[in-house]
């Protein structure tokens, strides 16, 4: 099969590549730099050049925070680039696997988010969001696959366990958002899981799929600070009030496996379990 990874220098997008490698399969993997996906002929070009069968759409304005004040930046590369991308993948009959996010969701529930529920985006980058991912499956409603998933962190590029795992060697002690939850998800197997997909494809729809098990930004900072040698004990739990940001961060944010599940696709195994496998295969990459 002819796969090709939009996105494919971000930290899904690097990991998917990775993956699909060791697989029977012929990749194409093109970065930001390589194509530009609000550029439908670009778009274009690129399908028919890698003769693709499956386009996998790792491609994200993901900075939460500066979407905020410019919405209409994060909209060009969240909802009408994927838009782009379905139409293409129209016209030369090839699916679209294209990734999004628990910030669809309000973040008010008290229990793992259905692929049904109704999404109620708080945010800026969750409306874009959310925009793309109705687009994909209304211009592509046979050959699309929507993947949501959350908390991810990769080798590639910056995110949350890079971070703590850097403060850790900085401060004596850190103060960790302890009301949020969520289901911290390693790129890598995010990636397999999105790979099995693409593999399989099972009925086109919409899909959750992280690493499971739940735990909060704090319950991560301290296992990111088991997995360095620390003394988790210097990670102290406190609020969201404590630390304001632009956007507004989903109370709960943990999603429902059971479609992933019910379609045959591998369940991802628990998040401390993949926290620590992270460490050992690339724990140079995460401590800096």
């Given at each position: 099969?002819?796969?090709?990874?939009?996105?494919?220098?971000?930290?899904?997008?690097?990991?998917?590549?990775?993956?699909?490698?060791?697989?029977?399969?012929?990749?194409?993997?093109?970065?930001r730099a390589e194509l530009d996906v609000?550029?439908?002929?670009?778009?274009?070009?690129?399908?028919?050049?890698?003769?693709?069968?499956?386009?996998?759409?790792?491609?994200?304005?993901?900075?939460?925070?500066?979407?905020?004040?410019?919405?209409?930046?994060?909209?060009?590369?969240?909802?009408?680039?994927?838009?782009?991308?379905?139409?293409?993948?129209?016209?030369?009959?090839?699916?679209?696997?294209?990734?999004?996010?628990?910030?669809?969701?309000?973040?008010?529930?008290?229990?793992?988010?259905?692929?049904?529920?109704?999404?109620?985006?708080?945010?800026?980058?969750?409306?874009?969001?959310?925009?793309?991912?109705?687009?994909?499956?209304?211009?592509?409603?046979?050959?699309?696959?929507?993947?949501?998933?959350?908390?991810?962190?990769?080798?590639?590029?910056?995110?949350?366990?890079?971070?703590?795992?850097?403060?850790?060697?900085?401060?004596?002690?850190?103060?960790?958002?302890?009301?949020?939850?969520?289901?911290?998800?390693?790129?890598?197997?995010?990636?397999?899981?999105?790979?099995?997909?693409?593999?399989?494809?099972?009925?086109?729809?919409?899909?959750?799929?992280?690493?499971?098990?739940?735990?909060?930004?704090?319950?991560?900072?301290?296992?990111?600070?088991?997995?360095?040698g620390a003394d988790p004990d210097r990670?102290?739990?406190?609020?969201?009030?404590?630390?304001?940001?632009?956007?507004?961060?989903?109370?709960?944010?943990?999603?429902?496996?059971?479609?992933?599940?019910?379609?045959?696709?591998?369940?991802?195994?628990?998040?401390?379990?993949?926290?620590?496998?992270?460490?050992?295969?690339?724990?140079?990459?995460?401590?800096?």
């Amino acid at each position: 099969m002819r796969l090709l990874v939009t996105g494919a220098g971000g930290q899904l997008g690097a990991d998917l590549v990775r993956v699909l490698a060791g697989s029977p399969h012929q990749v194409v993997g093109l970065t930001r730099a390589e194509l530009d996906v609000t550029d439908p002929a670009a778009v274009e070009k690129a399908v028919v050049g890698a003769g693709a069968e499956v386009l996998l759409n790792a491609a994200a304005y993901a900075a939460v925070d500066a979407a905020e004040t410019d919405e209409a930046a994060a909209a060009a590369v969240n909802a009408e680039a994927p838009a782009n991308l379905a139409r293409v993948c129209a016209l030369h009959d090839c699916g679209l696997v294209h990734v999004s996010t628990d910030y669809v969701f309000a973040g008010e529930a008290s229990q793992p988010y259905e692929v049904d529920a109704p999404p109620a985006p708080r945010s800026a980058y969750g409306r874009t969001k959310l925009a793309g991912e109705q687009a994909v499956r209304e211009l592509l409603p046979e050959r699309s696959w929507v993947v949501r998933t959350a908390w991810v962190y990769g080798a590639t590029g910056g995110n949350f366990v890079k971070t703590i795992a850097r403060l850790e060697r900085q401060r004596d002690t850190l103060d960790v958002v302890d009301d949020q939850r969520g289901s911290p998800t390693w790129s890598r197997d995010l990636a397999a899981g999105l790979a099995a997909l693409a593999e399989r494809r099972p009925v086109p729809g919409v899909y959750h799929c992280t690493n499971s098990g739940e735990t909060t930004w704090y319950g991560l900072a301290r296992a990111v600070f088991e997995e360095v040698g620390a003394d988790p004990d210097r990670v102290r739990p406190t609020s969201t009030g404590a630390f304001p940001r632009p956007a507004p961060r989903p109370a709960y944010s943990v999603l429902s496996g059971a479609a992933w599940r019910a379609a045959g696709l591998p369940a991802l195994r628990p998040w401390r379990e993949a926290l620590h496998a992270a460490f050992v295969e690339a724990g140079d990459m995460f401590r800096g």
